[in-house]
Nanobody, 127 residues
């Protein structure tokens, strides 16, 4: 089992920045890939970014590619999402997800592929 706990959400003005953190615990040695998703009110959960637990491969949703950066610290079992130039449309609950087997990055946006989820952290961007 793997447990994921997100933190770092909050209220920020448009154009501002936030850094989200995802703390992984349990059988973290089994993790292959970690991702961030988000879900706005009344909308489906959507993919934001993914990163390999080992290595440097990353993958981003097009609308955040030039503004968000996903990173990890294996020594601390942490994954981060640095969000810059935030827009009101970035408002959502942000979730961390982990997968214990290989997944091609092209399939990362599909929520059904992921094995573990955190409880989410709210990000609100005011205009």
């Amino acid at each position: 089992q793997v447990q994921l706990v997100e933190s770092g959400g909050g209220l920020v003005q448009a154009g501002g920045s936030l850094r989200l953190s995802c703390a992984a615990s349990g059988r973290t040695f089994n993790i292959y890939t970690v991702a961030w998703f988000r879900q706005a009110p009344g909308k489906e959960r959507e993919f934001v970014a993914a990163i390999r637990w080992s290595g440097t491969s990353t993958y981003y949703e097009d609308s955040v590619k030039d503004r968000f950066t996903i990173s990890r610290d294996n020594a601390k079992d942490m994954v981060y999402l640095q969000m810059n130039s935030l827009k009101p449309e970035d408002t959502a609950v942000y979730y961390c997800a982990a997968k214990q087997s290989f997944i091609a990055m092209a399939y990362a946006p599909t929520t059904q592929h992921w094995d573990y989820w955190g409880q989410g952290t709210q990000v609100t961007v005011s205009s």
